[in-house]
């Protein structure tokens, strides 16, 4: 008994001691700022390495499924060769989706889709964490439905690629949250710089998209990171932008011309229409794939069929393939007036958008970036033609267009516009295209915002009830007063008001009101403007305030800051707070205001997950409970 005593003690002992080493291995890895970045710069170089071993096996894949050669030559910029195999070629992208839905389905589901997502959804709903298999999985089945045809991108893959390093370095040392993400970050900017030799916009990326915290303490990694893996992948793929083009012809007159930029203007509406026709176009495809009733097999298998007929006709009446691949080689004949054909390049835009739809909408595994660079670039060389026919004069260039639209598509469809225009511009290398190109990509954002709010990343993750901030910020708005956010008038009526009074009330006053139903000094009910508006006339209205339902409020103190209303609005479950000067309330008469939780996250731009399940356009609010003042809802 004594021994086992002691075995007892000693066991807790070396538990305790192995407690106490993590422990302060944690709090050393926090201190040390010189090992954080050695971590960074480590994640960015296997980013780089990532990235160049990433387009080896793309171009191994390719060689062997087109042309039955084992070989990782493979340059993207050049169109492929006749496949030897010929009609036989249709079926290389079929037998990639079968070994793509083989590892996607038993290794990895994480890999399906095009990548982005996935990353972020790590970020903001699994504390960061990455299984290390996905790199791998990625890695593979990305390669292999890239390499045989599939119409998809390498940024994606090598994003999720270096964002999984990142994420299992922070795993295996006892980093602390925020670090981990950052080397996240670190990982995702690294593995976008080294594809596509773009060290700032790799920076962007990240900022825009993936790292939830903008500091001194996280930009410095993160600069360091991209700038090491664009290091890397200048060594084994050279230093030379990712398209060859000649300079642009963009004079001096047309930057200023007003006709010019005006035509440009037009540009950017058609862009960010055509981004979210592609946004659209995926997740419609992935429903009805989705709807099918057939295994994941045979659905993947059947969709990159028609891509490889689709693939095969076009070089049986074209002689090149143009659509399958990352489609660079397109690209480059466009922005070096190889290919000017207007009603060509928009057939090229419809069928691309199409494989694209049927490779991501079946399960395929790949990114949607360079897809988004082909059909900008195809559709700014056809607006071009188009232009200057209809306005001659007008000297709107074909390859500047194309660039244009370049940017626009990846700025509108992505959401990252800063990210889209220096990374078009680190690619292109010619700042003629500055001027227009600003124009017209702020305004396909602006039009594609206007549409649909989600890009072409969140709306993945908004379909599974994942909502993400569009924006980084410090808390300056959560810091504003609650008077500070009253919008709405407060109209004070009977339990059992006249339509036509209360026709008259709402005519007095210039917006729609939040309704307070008072009887002998208590409230009994808050309907909030936003639901106020939902009634046809004041003869519904009426009948609803007859009729409410029972349902809490809270009551807060003008004074009260916007961090301390949401507490309290969340704490006690409910989405009104009454606004009196003491916080709290004796008579309805003492109300000041009245804000709805949808009103306080909106002005303080917070994520709308924090609105939960809106309420029922019909619902009205009243107390089921004593009302909650700040004192006692702490």
Not at 224 to 230: H, N, P, V
Request: net charge positive.
């Amino acid at each position: 008994m004594r021994n086992s005593l002691k075995r007892i003690r000693g066991l807790g002992s070396r538990r305790h001691g192995a407690y106490h080493q993590r422990t302060s291995l944690a709090r050393a890895l926090e201190q040390s700022s010189l090992v954080f970045v050695g971590l960074a710069v480590l994640t960015g170089i296997i980013a780089g390495f990532g990235a160049v071993g990433f387009r080896m096996l793309i171009g191994f894949f390719h060689n062997l499924l087109f042309f039955g050669q084992f070989s990782v030559v493979y340059h993207a910029r050049e169109h492929t060769a006749a496949s030897p195999f010929g009609a036989w070629v249709i079926l290389a992208p079929v037998a990639g989706a079968a070994i793509v839905a083989f590892l996607v389905k038993n290794f990895a589901p994480e890999a399906k889709g095009h990548g982005v997502p996935e990353v972020m959804d790590a970020i903001y709903y699994n504390n960061g964490i990455i299984r290390p298999v996905v790199a791998l999985i990625k890695s593979l089945a990305s390669a292999i439905g890239i390499g045989s045809g599939g119409s998809i991108g390498r940024e994606g893959p090598i994003i999720q690629i270096g964002a999984a390093f990142g994420s299992t370095v922070g795993q295996i040392l006892p980093v602390p949250l925020w670090q981990r993400m950052a080397l996240i970050g670190c990982g995702a900017g690294g593995g976008i710089a080294a594809t596509f030799n773009t060290p700032i916009g790799g920076v962007l990326f990240a900022i825009e998209l993936i790292v939830p915290e903008i500091s001194v303490r996280t930009l410095v990694p993160l600069i360091l990171a991209t700038g090491s893996a664009t290091f890397i992948s200048r060594i084994f793929l050279g230093d030379h932008p990712a398209f060859n083009i000649s300079q642009l012809a963009l004079s001096s007159h047309s930057l200023t011309s007003a006709p010019t930029l005006g035509a440009y203007a037009v540009f950017g509406i058609f862009l960010g229409l055509l981004s979210v026709l592609f946004i659209r176009s995926i997740y419609a495809f992935e429903d009805v794939f989705n709807k099918i009733k057939v295994s994941y097999y045979i659905r993947h298998m059947a969709a990159m069929a028609m891509l490889g007929l689709t693939m095969y006709l076009l070089f049986r009446f074209t002689g090149h393939y143009y659509v399958q691949g990352v489609g660079y080689a397109t690209v480059q004949d466009i922005l070096t007036k190889n290919l000017t054909l207007p009603l060509f390049l928009l057939l090229l835009v419809l069928l691309k958008l199409i494989v694209t739809s049927l490779t991501l909408g079946s399960g395929g595994s790949g990114g949607v970036f360079s897809p988004s660079l082909f059909m900008g670039a195809t559709f700014g060389g056809a607006f071009a033609w188009i232009a200057n026919h209809l306005v001659p004069g007008l000297g709107m260039d074909p390859v500047s267009t194309g660039v244009i639209g370049m940017a626009g598509v990846v700025g509108g469809a992505t959401g990252a516009v800063v990210t889209a225009v220096v990374m078009i511009f680190e690619m292109t290398r010619d700042y003629a295209v500055i001027i227009p190109l600003l124009i017209s990509v702020s305004i396909a954002y602006g039009v594609r915002r206007a549409i649909m709010e989600g890009s072409i990343y969140d709306m993945k993750l908004r379909r599974r009830g994942h909502f993400i901030p569009n924006v980084l910020q410090t808390n300056l708005y959560l810091l504003a007063r609650a008077r500070d956010r009253i919008r709405a008038p407060v109209l004070r009526v009977g339990p059992d008001p006249n339509p036509e009074r209360l026709r008259r009330l709402l005519r007095r006053v210039r917006r729609i009101p939040h309704i307070v139903v008072v009887d002998r000094g208590r409230v009994q009910a808050v309907i909030p403007a936003n639901i106020v508006r939902g009634f046809e006339g004041p003869e519904a209205l009426a009948s609803a305030i007859v009729h409410h339902e029972r349902q809490p409020y809270v009551v807060v103190a003008a004074d009260d800051m916007l961090f301390d209303v949401i507490a309290q609005l969340r704490n006690s479950a409910c989405e009104v707070a009454l606004v009196t000067d003491t916080g709290e309330m004796q008579s309805a008469d003492e109300i000041r205001g009245v804000l709805t939780l949808s009103d306080v996250v909106q002005g303080a731009q917070l994520p709308r997950l924090l609105l939960g399940r809106r309420t029922n356009h019909k619902t009205a609010y009243r107390e089921g409970a004593e009302p909650t003042s700040p004192s006692s809802s702490a």
